[in-house]
């Protein structure tokens, strides 16, 4: 019997514009942007830890967000089409911004020029003289973004909020990464199980080495007291140091990497999501436990990949996950 083929993650450019998709037409937009060489002239992080991380914007931190939020009025009055900026996050060295395109942008004016316009502004107020920033750049007035941008495109119900919330979650993300730098620094083509296969990991990526991996895998279709005697079994084995190794999907499987989270047991989490862009980390519980060492965070889809673009997860992605643990797994 042929053996089943699993794609190896492919590299994707953050800045290229989606295939196929109408930058003038109707679309909620993420948007983020960086500073040239990442320089953290836009804000500063504070708080004595995570749960209190903030970010304390600059002077040109301020005017960003402020010219971010003039654009979208302005791009209304210049082409009559409705423009919404809908949340908006910034951070020392890059800016989030969501922006609702309500109506249909003239085909001269896309998203692109709008973007390019509210860059332009920042820029000229990064180069006035009045900015106490402007003396960390050269006198060569060098833009203040770096060029291009990414966008994300809203396709599923939920979304937004999603997004919202990751864009509020920023700042402790930041205090997370800036503390413990080496249990959050992203691995690129880590190979790991039976067959060598390439990951994209975030986290404790000597869990993979442990002598004693096992699969969490339940059926979808469980009684509550089914659902807690799996939750029993593997606890009793992570308990012991095995490391439990799913994408945690079904109702049960979840219920194991809650009780394996409360008491911070070591698992290999498999996700239908890919960590190689620039600005996309685990986040949530995934991100706290890779930086408290219990946790590691293996992406085998690219961004931008089919498979992460999917509105929902497919039964073929959950069987391909699922495929990954048991070559991850050792017993």
Known sequence: MEEKKIKAPIKHNRLRRMDNHDYTSTCIYLITVTTVERKRILGSLVGGNASEAAIVPTELGAYVAEAFRKTASETTKKTGCRVQVLHYKIMPDHFHGILYIRDTLPNDYPLGKIIAAWKSSCSHALWDASSSSAQNFSVEKTPLFSRGFNDRILFRKGQLQTWIAYLNDNPRRLWLKTHFPNRLRKTYDFQAGKKGHRYTAVGNTFLVTFPERIQVRCHRNLTQEEIQAEVNKYMKEARRGTVLVSPFISPAEKAVYDACYEEKLPMIHIVNRGLDGQFVYPSGRDLTGCS??????????????????????????????????ADLSNC
């Open 292 to 325: 408290e060492g219990f946790m590691l965070v293996l992406a085998p889809y690219a961004d931008y990949s089919e498979e992460t673009r999917a509105v929902r997860i497919t039964r073929t992605q959950c069987l391909n996950m699922n495929d990954y643990a």
